[in-house]
């Protein structure tokens, strides 16, 4: 069983040696893959005809569209730039979003942790690491709350522009992925403290938890590099 | 082969209502596959008659302009999602286990769940007959699906209907896909497995591939219609194309969803009743690959009048071009097969081989449409509409026949009548060929498509009458399939085990075979393992003693079912309504999660 | 709870130390990131951000998921998938290329 040090055991034979569990969640975080690609995609067509703001980056508009703005948004362009345009601040907040991103790597860190204690006969780190993750992911979310929120009262929602309906399509879906995990990771949590706690797979189903976990952060990574860093 | 008497349990002996509502069996969820496929077939068929009724003469008076919407729009989606692919569903749910020597699928009750997803998914989308059912054609271009062109729910009922059944096939293929790779019996090798497996494999790949960017598109189309998006609304910076490409992408690889399996039905029929292995299997494999491929590649062929640009257009066009290239493969290995065959044409014979040169008029047409300056001319007419029924049902359909009449005796014990089997076929052989062919000459001569009616003076009225009393042609052959049945269902089982003397795994346990499936797992050592069992007077192996487990039956997956259904009712009701759904999705799923599967 | 220990030595042996060491390359990759993103070095920004996010999201998969120590056909399903997810998605950008390189006409 030296090969299978890592995989807990597997129920029947399967053709390829691979656990149909863990097969499964491969192929499901390959169609992921489509789904934020085509989010993203999405918010890449409409990146390039902005046209009003709220933008995401700083960026300049003529006077007369100025002027057809209602004044919540009017605030955001308050300067009046040499050239007789006027200057739009970008609405994204990078220190703010940059925090946020480490919190989500750094779950991703705890959720390699916890599926270490899990395969290797340590509940208690294995049960620690997901209460972590969980609260990483939560501490997370809180930080998209409390941007949603922000953006809202500065005028930007769905309704808004192409930005306002992009973004909060794409980050929202993502969001509720992570939601979803954090559920994941709590039930895990919570079955573990049965009397025979995960049962002898323990260390799969964490790991298979893994699996999605760290997929919704790699998204998180691309989203973050296409929408954050990426000027308009 | 005997099977062991007695002591292992007989498929059937647990009966009522309840055991079909938490059977985990992959033969009993194919039957209601099969059962609610052919149903909403028929649903279909109606929905076409009626149309076909208000066609027949100028001036129609049977139906509406706001009705016939409804109607072709609805008739489409019927086909498409509630009756073709789950027919396909329905014998993969049968067939793919036994054929791949194991015992069940991957995930027994996932795959309940995603029987009753469809089944709650397809009577939320047919449902909509009583309010406004959906009525900007199957493909819904925006921004006429929008909230500014009409007052009713229809689209969000398209919308809602289409993600859960969405979830139900992203299920199902995942599953398929994982038992395909991960369950084959020992010997049985990805080279040996027939080519109804095969296909299979492609298609579940092609789905849960496929599915993600349309269900984006709905989504998006959703927020557009909720929550004052503009997606896919110009006036305010919106792309009706992008629903375009976001849908096709999805759409192209779909109807290739919808061919391949049938294409793979009559690659086990054409063999079995020529008395030859299939010719040039590796190419079939291949061929199959490739046409899964490359139909992520041709999707624009459906936008060449939208305004693309040149090169775009050019590399769509010479794609599709060359995705017939596979196609003409698989034609040729299936005559290869026949050529030299000692053949019996019985009817399911005679509806396989009929797809030979009925889907290639459909393929014909169909690369006619790739040149973009020929589709131009094309596009919206009844050209295309005689080019997507040769293929679908002049095709597809009359494989899922053959489908039917070959494993009918597997899955019942009994054999179909071949007498009312002749008439069956010949009835809608000629029903399709009198409803479709003439639809080539109104596409030529400018009839454009969903048009409620039309004038006199256009000199269609001639091939309309045509394709209408064909129509009802094929209705009628359809009804000989249906009297069928239940003439031969009141029959004693008689079948016994592979009646056919067919080469594949299914025909080596009873008909209909056990809980289990096999009372023991055969050894496979080549392709066509029972022919070559035969050939080389290899007995099949005894029972053994050891015992067997089939996963218990269980109550989660209808469960789950109802509780996405809750979450899709809330939309088009009252959003109280989603919030129930919460609750009931996570009791389901814990108690799935934390359920004994032994 | 599995008692099986992995051979000392066996390639999959990535434990603790490991794992924040590489947390540590992820960080630091992304604080390169958000340093170029301030910067003003013109259009190899965005390539250069694409090439290092890639970086990232391939380290992620492999090890943090552990694909690279899994058995080759999950390795291929997932490279194959992620593959067509990725021309699939160029070929659409493409398709409104004129619209990202000249917006509004």
Redesign the interface.
Known sequence: MAAEAHAAPVHHPTSTGTDNRKLLMWLFLASECLFFGTLISAFLVFKARMAVPPFPHKREITESLYSTLPEKIQEQCATQLANGLRECHGILDIPITSTSTFVLLGSSLAMVLAVYGAQHGRPGMMKAWILITALLGLTFLGFQVYEFRTFGSEGLNLATNQFGASFFVLTGFHGTHVGVGVVYLLSLLAASFRRNGLGPEAGFHVETAGLYWHFVDIVWIVIFTVIYLIPS | MATAAGTLPQYGTHSGLWSWITTVDHKRIGTMYLVTAFTFFIVGGIEALLIRSQLAVPNGTVIDAELYNQLFSMHALTMIFLAVMPMAAAFFNWMIPLMIGARDVAFPRMNALSYWLYLFGALLLTSSFFFTAPNSGWFAYAPLTEVQYGASQAMDFYALGLLMLGVSSMAASLNFAVTIINMRAPGMTMMRLPVFVWMTLIIAFLLFLALPPLTVGLLELLFDRNFETHFFIPDGGGDPILWQHLFWVFGHPEVYILILPPMGIISEVIPTFSRKPLFGYSAMVFAGIAIGFMSWAVWSHHMFTTGLNPVPRAIFAANTMLIGVPTGIKIFNWLGTMYGGNIKFNTAMLFAVSFIPLFTIGGISGVMHSSPPIDTHHQDTYFVVAHLHYVLVAGAIMGMFAGLYYWFPKMTGRLLNEGLGKWNFWLMFVGVNVTFFPMHFLGVAGMPRRIYTYADGMAWGFWNMTATIGSFTLALGILFFIINVFVTLRKEPNAGDNPWDAPTLEWATSSPPPEHDFDVVPAVRARDPLWYDRDHGIAPAPPTDEPIHMPPPSYYPILLGIGALMLALGPLSSMAVTALGVPVILYSVWGWALEPTH | ???????AG?H?G???RQ??TI?AI??IV?AV??A???SHIGAV??PL??V??AF??VV??AY???LR???R??NR??A???A??????L??????W????H??G
């Open positions: 709870m599995t008692t099986e220990h992995h051979e066996a999959e990535l434990g603790p794992y924040v947390f992820l960080t992304t990131e958000l170029l993103s301030y920004l965005i951000l694409l290092l996010s990232k999201f992620v998969v943090f998921m552990h120590f899994e058995p056909i999950l399903l997932f194959g998938g992620f067509l997810a990725s021309l699939v998605l070929a659409l950008i493409s398709l409104f004129n619209d990202l390189t917006p509004l």
